[in-house]
């Protein structure tokens, strides 16, 4: 037997001892209705509540949709907007075309 089985064997035996304990050590009969609805509805020992899953899980790199709209809205309108008038102002825009062809 390896040495994993054995520990988990071990784990395992302990684990039952303490169930045991927490067993005999709780009070299982109770007096009236009333105090077993009073124990079941107690929110003294809250359960493990579902975490909420990370927002990086590695295929995305933690980027939210409104982060990728955002990206696409100024790679798509703003940079070219701001191309369109650099050119415009700066006279690159107008046509070369217009040269005379010796004619």
């Known amino acids: 037997m390896n040495s994993q089985s054995r520990e988990a064997k071990r784990f395992l ?3 039952d001892k303490d169930l045991t304990k927490i067993c005999q050590s709780s009070r299982t009969n109770r007096n009236s209705l009333n105090e077993v609805v009073s ?3 107690d929110r003294t020992i809250m359960p493990l ?3 909420k899953s990370s927002y990086f899980n590695g295929a995305d790199c933690g980027i939210r949709w409104w982060s ?3 990206c696409v809205i100024i790679s798509v309108i703003v940079i070219p907007l701001i191309l369109l008038l650099y050119f415009w102002y700066t006279g690159h825009l107008t046509s070369h075309t217009t040269s005379n062809s010796g004619g």
């Open 13 to 15: 035996r302990k684990m």
């Open 39 to 41: 124990v079941l509805t």
């Open 49 to 51: 509540r579902r975490q």
């Open 68 to 70: 990728i709209a955002l």
